[in-house]
């Protein structure tokens, strides 16, 4: 587990969701690199269970709440959208 | 290739002949004597019970009805008429008790606490996916809703830990109604009659061991649309051709759409079908007439619980490559 962050800047959110990514999905795909724009989904990356997976990491990690109507592919799809997406909650919740 | 909206259209009177050879010739090739064969009170038993008569006669071909404490009393009512229709033996085996012994309901019940603490008897419960893929994106991320028998609905998201504490009780009751099935097929010598269809097979809609458990799969290779249209033709009692297809597991009814599927029967079929011949997204979804973001979508879907359940339609992994009959 990383150690929870007081500051996150975008380059620091994509190298904790790298990090989580490739130490517990990546090898499980037989992957080695992750690009910023690669599909979890269609790269055979996660499946659901790796979603649900992402999901609890994400919320205890960043300490944030995600909707169910937000567990949607424009939001949780690539290391890219999943940044976008994760410093979007923080900078709402006043981070 | 063409693709086109009647693509799943077939000959129903040669189907059902070719499908009666199959199961006459894997009869006789395992030198067993007969089918028995679990009666759901759904279309896909009741069709391959209609084959198993076709191809065996009525005196070797036994159905088994297995309801539990889950199950909707109208699922055994229909799956006897049927019996009837077909004038074969139908033996009624209520295994709450065995699921009761197992702990099935208690695990079940457990693992639903964590999330709902006043979970109890006079509660239901269900799991269902986001609806309407088509319509709109999202993940398969399941849904558990529980109701307190007075109107007054709860759900929740479930995280890996619930998902998998619940399928594992829940898929104790498929797994039970095996081992009655090979019960009764070991002692009178008959093959045990699956009841998985296409539509199910390819995305893992089924339980390893449990419904999957089988000797013979006669209507593996036909879509969800197929079995209807056939189970029109050879004469499964109407109750049973306009129920909606549901698992029959959980205490508040539940659609196989609702819990699995996502794409009703029809759409889902045809997309199924153009995934797996490789037709290329924009020849689907002009046939179709849908975006080609839709069948993007859909053939996302399917890509992924195909690959999920993967090991479900194979051999144990084994280090052993083949096994060759000895030289004389």
């Known amino acids: ?95 | 290739m063409d693709f086109h909206k009647e693509i799943l259209e077939i000959n129903c009177e040669k189907e059902a002949r070719r499908i009666s050879r199959f199961i006459r010739k894997q009869v006789l090739s395992m030198r067993k004597e007969g089918a028995v064969i679990g009666l759901s009170g759904g279309v896909d038993s009741a069709l391959s019970a209609e084959f198993c008569v076709r191809a065996l006669g009525k005196e070797k071909t036994i159905g088994l009805v297995l309801p539990e404490t889950d199950s909707n009393p109208v699922s055994e009512e229909f799956a006897l008429k049927q019996a009837k229709k077909m004038g074969i033996r139908a033996d009624i085996i209520d295994i709450s008790p065995t699921l009761e012994g197992f702990g099935t309901y208690k695990k079940r019940d457990e693992a639903i606490q964590t999330i709902f603490p006043e979970y109890g008897p006079r509660y239901r419960m269900k799991m269902t996916l986001p609806p309407d893929l088509l319509e709109r994106d999202s993940f398969n991320i399941y849904t558990l809703m529980i109701d307190d028998g007075q109107g007054n609905a709860k759900s929740a998201r479930l995280n890996k830990e619930n998902l998998w504490n619940i399928i594992a009780a829940t898929d104790t009751k498929q797994r039970t109604r095996m081992m009655h099935l090979y019960y009764y097929a070991e002692k009178m010598n008959f093959l045990v009659c699956g009841t998985t269809n296409k539509t199910e097979l390819v995305q893992g809609f089924f339980v390893k061991y449990g419904d999957g458990g089988v000797d013979i799969e006669p209507i593996a290779h036909l879509y969800k649309t197929q079995v209807y249209d056939l189970a029109e033709h050879l004469g499964v009692i109407p109750q049973i051709l306009q129920r909606p297809a549901s698992p029959d597991t959980y205490s508040f009814h539940v659609s196989d759409e609702e819990l699995f599927f996502r794409i009703p029967f029809r759409t889902l079929d045809l997309l199924l079908y153009a995934w797996e011949k490789g037709v290329p997204i924009e020849n689907a979804a002009g046939a179709m007439e849908l975006t080609e973001d839709q069948v993007k979508r859909a053939f996302r879907d399917f890509a992924g619980k195909f690959r999920t359940s993967e090991h479900m339609r194979k051999l144990p992994a084994s280090l052993q490559k083949s096994i060759r009959r000895g030289c004389r």
């Open chain 1, 1 to 95: 587990m990383t150690d929870k962050l007081e500051i996150v800047p975008e380059r620091d959110v994509k190298e904790v969701l790298r990090r989580y990514i490739t130490e517990n999905f990546l090898s499980r795909a037989g992957l080695e690199g992750l690009d910023d724009t690669d599909s979890l989904m269609e790269k055979g990356i996660i499946d659901s269970t790796g979603v649900l997976e992402l999901l609890g990491f994400i919320e205890e990690e960043f300490t944030i709440k995600v909707g169910d109507v937000e567990v949607i592919p424009d939001n949780l799809d690539s290391l890219q959208k999943l940044t976008s997406f994760i410093q979007r909650k923080l900078a709402h919740a006043g981070h």
